[in-house]
């Protein structure tokens, strides 16, 4: 079953523009990653966040996690045409065992 | 080694047919995952393994799933008189087994049934 929502479902922005995506989640974790999968394909890890980590950036990739509202986002800058795809969020609980994944957000960036 | 490598990408089966499934790890990680992903869902979890044993299996896979790990390399998994619900895309991912790092998954495996 999935682990959480995300929010918004979809979103259309324009290149240059910024994209924030939201993810709640309902249970503890060790970590909380990000991942981006193009239609039709299998998915890329964007970033790792762990429980005692409140912000972590990586290129134009910013996440933050708030364990007491068990919510997170990622935000993207400066958005890309290639920037296109469905984001997933996605927690860990320690163990490496297995992922439970959100909901996605599908993200549209045109030129 | 280029990654998570799986075969075929796309399965078309009539139903009540076996179809199998093959996924080649990053050769160094010891951990392999499968998933299961629907239209405009995020992946779920079915099973994984630490070397070849099987650790934990989700109660989405049912008494006609069965996956294997045989001497902790490549797997493969099996669905035996497929139905028209296991249309889906098969993901399969693996990992060093640390929590620190992420998973990297496979191209999947898009299985309809018809």
């Known amino acids: 079953s999935q682990q959480g929502e995300e929010d918004p479902q979809a979103l259309s922005i324009q290149e240059g523009e910024n994209a924030t995506m939201n993810c709640s989640y309902k249970?503890?974790?060790?970590?909380l990653q990000w991942y981006r999968q193009n239609s039709g394909r299998g998915l890329v890890h964007l970033i790792l966040?762990?429980?005692?980590?409140r912000e972590k950036h990586s290129g134009r990739l910013r996440v933050t996690l708030d364990t007491s509202k068990k919510s997170s986002s990622l935000l993207i800058t400066a958005s890309r045409a290639a920037d296109t795809a469905s984001y997933f969020c996605?927690?860990?609980?320690?163990?490496?065992?297995?992922?439970?994944f959100g909901t996605g957000t599908r993200l549209q960036v045109t030129l | 080694d280029t990654g998570v490598s799986q075969d075929p990408r796309h399965k078309i089966t009539k139903r009540g047919q076996n179809v199998t499934f093959r996924c080649d790890p990053i050769?160094?990680?010891?951990?392999l995952y499968w998933y299961r992903q629907t239209l405009g869902q995020g992946p779920e979890f079915l099973t994984y393994?630490?070397?070849?044993?099987?650790?934990?299996k989700s109660r989405l896979l049912s008494d006609r799933f069965s996956a294997e790990r045989p001497k902790g390399s490549f797997s493969t998994l099996e669905i035996q008189r497929t139905e028209q619900g296991d249309s889906a895309m098969y993901l399969c991912?693996?990992?060093?087994?640390?929590?620190?790092?992420?998973?990297?998954f496979g191209s999947g495996t898009r299985l309809t049934v018809v």
């Open positions: 966040i762990r429980s005692n980590e």
């Open positions: 249970t503890s974790i060790n970590n």
């Open positions: 393994f630490q070397n070849e044993a099987q650790l934990e």
């Open positions: 996605a927690t860990d609980p320690g163990t490496a065992s297995k992922l439970t």
């Open positions: 991912a693996s990992s060093l087994g640390d929590p620190s790092y992420g998973y990297t």
């Open positions: 050769s160094e990680h010891n951990r």
